[in-house]
């Protein structure tokens, strides 16, 4: 009985940001995680915060504790503007899938960059296709 709501408990987050962003600054997917945990903490417990950085509506997921939480985070956040770009939230319908698929190449690349910024050369311009299309 309790999984049959489990997906109610769950906002869906759209246009957060631009997926290119983190091709130059990977450091911004925590950032984009305490801010949204910050602000639902106000409503009650987040159990998850999760950033889909590959996704291009630029989606984020927030687990709180209970259904009624999560609403009142969809009336929070749905609409308000953020980083210039305005905020779409709803409940999860408990089937779309919003993890992007990345190609071994893909995630070596990543990894690459995760270690780089890691070390503190987080500085340099990385490209891949996301990215060179955002500096066009």
Known sequence: MGDKAKHERVVIIKNL???AIFDTDVGLILEFQQDLREECSKLGEV???IIYDRHPEGVAQINMSCPEEADQAVELL???WFMKRQL??????GRTKYRIAETDSEITERLDKWDKFLEGGHNEKVDNKE???ADK
């Open 17 to 19: 940001f631009e997926p």
């Open 47 to 49: 159990r998850k915060v």
């Open 78 to 80: 749905n609409g308000r």
């Open 88 to 93: 779409s939230a709803e409940i999860w319908d």
């Open 131 to 133: 990215g060179a299309e």
